[in-house]
């Protein structure tokens, strides 16, 4: 409770705060995050597409209307008149109705609106104060029929779901490839489920808040717990989608598909036959047999001299060939392969 009731009372500094520093420090955090979650040695990442034109723009006014509800936050009689949760019921008609001086109070009262009246008849009781503090100045306003805390916590769930619905339309809509650029299906694959829980858990959080949260004066106050509920809101649905686009993309994995490996192994399968087949054929003919074998020996002798050969050893040696690393190579290659285009056939 002391958290939030500080929270509460820096409310305009920290939002002054977050217009100031929030658009140009947000994407160095997440960056600092991400190289300190990063392994030590160096890896391939494929580099971050620039943000597009229509991206930003959308960035601006989303962020923009969140920082109006920062800054104009909804109306509260106690916060804005600075007046504690036990103030006496005539300065809390002054604050609404303006003063009433003998001259007027005639005039006054028949002009009065009559969920005015009502408001003002409900915080006489110390009660149903605590219940303005939790719900806020609309919801006891306007909901003439409420008479306990599950009546109220009805009447304002509307005003609890519907930001939350409208910030999941907002990533959803990120999703869209000519509003957020190629990125935007990778990124909807990687985060989007992660955010759809965290506001699944923010709207779950807020109504459990309003429901059991148990507001109490202390030293004459009280949190007012609608107002500093809605600050929360505003600024965690605010960087919702800043989070959403600066977030690292993930990696293109190196390990290929087995289904990507089935027309390979086909292919090499099909050329190997043909071969053989091949094979056959000359062997069956004298003179294509001599010009075969007079071909292999050529191409044998060839071969020998190469490696034989010190200019060719020197070249090896300094790229860094290694014959026998390469065909074990080779062979892992076509084992793994293989054995997943098994894994497929078979279903598994």
């Given at each position: 409770m002391?958290?939030?009731?500080?929270?509460?009372?820096?409310?305009?500094?920290?939002?002054?705060l977050?217009?100031?520093?929030?658009?140009?420090?947000?994407?160095r955090l997440?960056?600092?995050?991400?190289?300190?979650?990063?392994?030590?040695?160096?890896?391939?990442?494929s580099?971050?597409?620039?943000?597009?034109?229509?991206?930003?723009?959308?960035?601006?006014?989303?962020?923009l209307?969140?920082?109006?509800?920062?800054?104009?936050?909804?109306?509260?009689?106690?916060?804005?008149?600075?007046?504690?949760?036990?103030?006496?019921?005539?300065?809390l008609r002054?604050?609404?109705?303006?003063p009433?001086d003998?001259?007027?109070?005639?005039?006054?009262?028949?002009?009065?609106?009559?969920?005015?009246?009502?408001?003002?008849?409900?915080?006489?009781?110390?009660?149903?104060?605590y219940?303005?503090?939790?719900?806020?100045?609309?919801?006891?306003?306007?909901?003439?029929?409420?008479?306990?805390?599950?009546?109220?916590l009805?009447?304002?769930?509307?005003?609890?779901?519907?930001?939350?619905?409208?910030?999941?339309?907002?990533?959803?809509?990120m999703?869209?490839?000519?509003?957020?650029?190629?990125?935007?299906?990778?990124r909807?694959?990687?985060?989007?489920?992660?955010?759809?829980?965290v506001?699944?858990?923010?709207?779950?959080?807020?109504?459990?808040a309003?429901?059991?949260w148990?507001?109490?004066?202390?030293?004459?106050?009280?949190?007012h717990?609608?107002?500093?509920?809605?600050?929360?809101?505003?600024?965690?649905?605010?960087?919702?989608?800043?989070?959403?686009?600066?977030?690292?993309?993930?990696?293109?994995?190196?390990?290929?598909?087995?289904s990507?490996?089935?027309p390979?192994?086909?292919?090499?399968?099909?050329?190997?036959?043909?071969?053989?087949?091949?094979r056959?054929?000359?062997?069956?003919?004298p003179?294509?047999?001599?010009?075969?074998l007079?071909?292999?020996r050529r191409?044998?002798?060839?071969?020998?001299?190469?490696?034989?050969?010190?200019?060719?050893?020197?070249?090896?040696?300094a790229?860094?060939?290694?014959?026998?690393r390469?065909?074990?190579?080779?062979?892992?290659?076509?084992?793994?392969?293989?054995?997943?285009?098994?894994?497929?056939?078979?279903g598994?």
């Amino acid at each position: 409770m002391t958290l939030l009731a500080t929270l509460y009372s820096f409310q305009t500094p920290l939002t002054l705060l977050l217009i100031l520093f929030g658009p140009s420090l947000l994407p160095r955090l997440i960056s600092l995050i991400a190289r300190r979650g990063r392994p030590a040695f160096p890896t391939r990442s494929s580099p971050r597409p620039a943000s597009p034109t229509s991206l930003r723009l959308f960035l601006a006014i989303h962020s923009l209307y969140f920082l109006s509800h920062l800054l104009r936050p909804p109306y509260d009689l106690f916060a804005i008149n600075n007046f504690p949760i036990l103030v006496p019921n005539n300065l809390l008609r002054s604050a609404l109705l303006g003063p009433d001086d003998s001259e007027s109070l005639s005039t006054l009262e028949e002009s009065v609106h009559p969920l005015i009246d009502l408001l003002l008849s409900k915080l006489r009781l110390l009660d149903n104060r605590y219940l303005y503090a939790r719900f806020g100045h609309d919801t006891l306003l306007n909901c003439v029929w409420c008479k306990d805390d599950l009546d109220y916590l009805f009447y304002s769930s509307p005003g609890i779901l519907i930001p939350y619905v409208g910030e999941a339309v907002v990533l959803g809509m990120m999703g869209w490839r000519w509003l957020t650029g190629e990125a935007a299906g990778p990124r909807a694959e990687r985060w989007r489920s992660v955010f759809g829980w965290v506001l699944v858990g923010g709207m779950v959080g807020e109504v459990g808040a309003k429901w059991f949260w148990e507001v109490r004066a202390v030293e004459g106050d009280c949190l007012h717990l609608a107002t500093t509920i809605h600050i929360l809101r505003s600024i965690l649905l605010l960087c919702l989608p800043l989070l959403y686009t600066f977030l690292p993309l993930p990696a293109p994995s190196s390990v290929p598909h087995p289904s990507t490996l089935i027309p390979v192994i086909s292919n090499t399968q099909s050329t190997l036959r043909l071969t053989s087949l091949a094979r056959n054929a000359m062997s069956s003919s004298p003179r294509l047999r001599d010009i075969w074998l007079a071909v292999s020996r050529r191409d044998e002798a060839r071969a020998e001299a190469a490696l034989r050969d010190q200019g060719v050893r020197d070249a090896k040696r300094a790229v860094g060939l290694d014959e026998e690393r390469m065909r074990e190579g080779v062979r892992a290659w076509v084992r793994e392969g293989w054995e997943g285009m098994v894994r497929v056939d078979n279903g598994s």
